[in-house]
């Protein structure tokens, strides 16, 4: 793809710079939503609810639109991004604590998961109400929806994997069980475990088991299931791409118990796949909206990597990012932005040149964790 096509175009009028909403991200924080343009920095925060503070739980979902929904305690709001309003805020479940909140692909159906309780709340968007709570062994970690909008899942604190026929409104427990010996908290807990497959056919996990790429099961018929194995080290965080093509990190414990360096993994649905050693450990991965590239976040900085062939290296170093949600993409795929303690910075794909901005003053300071949204849709939360 020519540089033409691939990167936003930018224009020198007197002495200023023209910048697109294309390469925008967002993110909440205290008392309303900040969006950041990746050439001129943070704008104007559009109020939201003065009673959001940092430290709040907060997650985001953003839609195949304009809209963004952010889940912060017990309440819900719809923020749109071209007309930079919030729509509408609702009342959830009182003494609500959300935590996690996963988007179906067709925009019908939230599932807002309680950290307060072990219970997912499922609201209808179309009628703008709560069809159903869904009571669970115990908190939800991260979710996942099939493309087809027909189910949704939820990896738990148990270590269970459960999944939900949204048609027929029934809940299967531990979907994996008897494929290996499930554990409390196994995951490390920064990158999301569950995809399903493009074809919504198969349900992967990532159980962070040695020499095993990811479980499966077929969906709808999850007894139909297996181990999709690999020499190499255990994975623990999961992006899979329309082409069929999946990238897993891994935790740099190799089959043996000694840690080794940590790998980026590319799996190709013929059998296929390309393994990256990078330096340990590593946190996330965040697939761009284009899934030209794939950001890894390591405690050593950022790593940027194609996704045909996990060619590319490290970005410049930024010493004070933030870990839980920290780092994605521009809507345009043109720029990384990161949030940092002390300030945001953005990273242009095209010549790696990083751009410094100060966090906003007060009282909309420190984003809150896993807000920050390219804008683009994806079937994960987190």
Partial sequence: MTAERRYLVVE???GGTISSPN???????????????????????????PNIQWGANAAYAASTGSEIYYAVQDRLYQFDTEAQ???WGIDLNQDMQATDLLLTPDQRYLFISDEASPRVQIYDLVNRVTVRTLPLESNVLFSAASPDS?????????????????????????IFNGLYVIQPQLYPGYSNPLVVSPDSTEVR???????????????????????RTISSNSSWGIVQLDNGNCITIDNGIDPNNSAQNAKVNLLRPNGDYVLVELRVPLYSLVLSPDEQFVCIQSEDGLFLLDTDNLSGGSLPSITDQT?????????????????????????????RSVRTFDLPPEPANQPLIYTLSSGAYKTQSK
């Fill in 85 to 87: 309003v919030v729509n």
């Fill in 23 to 49: 390469s925008d991200a967002y993110f909440l924080a205290a008392g309303g939503v900040q969006t950041i343009n990746a050439l001129v920095g943070p704008t104007q925060s559009v109020p939201m609810d």
């Fill in 323 to 351: 870990f839980r949600g920290g780092v994605n993409f521009t809507k345009d795929s043109s720029f990384i932005v990161v949030i940092g303690t002390q300030h945001i910075y953005t990273i242009s794909l095209e010549d």
């Fill in 205 to 227: 996990f990532t159980p962070g088991l040695a020499q095993v790429f990811y479980a499966y099961a077929e969906v709808g018929n999850f007894s139909n299931n297996g181990l």
């Fill in 12 to 14: 020198a009028v007197d």
């Fill in 150 to 174: 027909r189910y949704a899942f939820f990896y738990i604190y148990t270590g269970e994997v459960h999944a939900y026929n949204i048609a027929l409104g029934t809940l299967e427990r531990n």
